[in-house]
């Protein structure tokens, strides 16, 4: 099983223009416009906090190509915190 961390794709542009079509202008405009920013900020070539999919592609290859391949492949920034926070988070409402 592989398991990515933050990867830098379009889909925090794509998100964030969708965010302030439909909460920009509401009560939550200033939250919004701060999750918003912070979307678009990820989605930037040099985004300090994401992975580019390459990294994925890599780590893929190498599991599928191991002899003896591990059970998880923890890849990237934010892999472990992201495993972490599903294990302590409630899933259910």
Known sequence: MVEPGSIRTEWGAIVSEHLMAVSGSGAYAAQAAA???ALKSSSKPKARRTSPS??????VARAATA???KS???VDFGARQMIFLSRVL???P
């Open 35 to 37: 999750v918003a920013a």
């Open 90 to 92: 409630p899933d259910r």
């Open 72 to 74: 998880r492949y923890r």
């Open 54 to 59: 390459s990294v994925i592609a890599k780590t």
């Open 67 to 69: 002899r003896r391949p």
